[in-house]
């Protein structure tokens, strides 16, 4: 069973920074691409931004042209956790933020998209 667990979202300032974290299983984290998606307001499921992933291994990354250069994405092989730090947070970047997963080597997957989600987690920049 694949589980995600986001947390750390929160209301912060134009500027700041803050660090999503996705708790997984060791079982998840070993073996499944992990990466993060968004959902902005008034937008649709389908919608939703790729942003960031990251191989099983940690040893490839990869970025959207929207957050690179501001968010980096990391993973901890002891805590079976991954993470989402971003900086320099615009407005723009107020959505839901969702840690995915998906058995292919990449994220998005050949369909596009990903294969599971977590329950998502509120990041709001105030201007």
């Known amino acids: 069973q694949v589980q995600l667990v986001e947390s750390g979202g929160g209301l912060v300032q134009a500027g700041d920074s803050l660090r999503l974290s996705c708790a997984t299983s060791?079982?998840?984290?070993?073996?499944?691409?992990i990466g993060w998606y968004r959902q902005a307001p008034g937008k649709g499921r389908m919608e939703r931004e790729f942003?960031?992933?990251?191989?099983?291994?940690?040893?490839?990354?990869h970025y959207s042209d929207s957050v690179k250069g501001r968010f980096v994405i990391s993973r901890d092989s002891v805590k079976n956790m991954v993470y989402l730090q971003m900086s320099g947070l615009k407005p723009e970047d107020t959505a839901v933020y969702y840690c995915?997963?998906?058995?292919?080597?990449?994220?998005?997957?050949?369909?596009?998209?990903?294969?599971?989600w977590g329950q998502g987690t509120q990041v709001t920049v105030s201007p």
């Open positions: 995915v997963a998906d058995s292919e080597t990449q994220i998005p997957d050949s369909t596009g998209w990903a294969d599971y």
């Open positions: 060791k079982y998840v984290f070993s073996g499944y691409t």
């Open positions: 942003l960031a992933a990251s191989s099983r291994s940690g040893g490839t990354v």
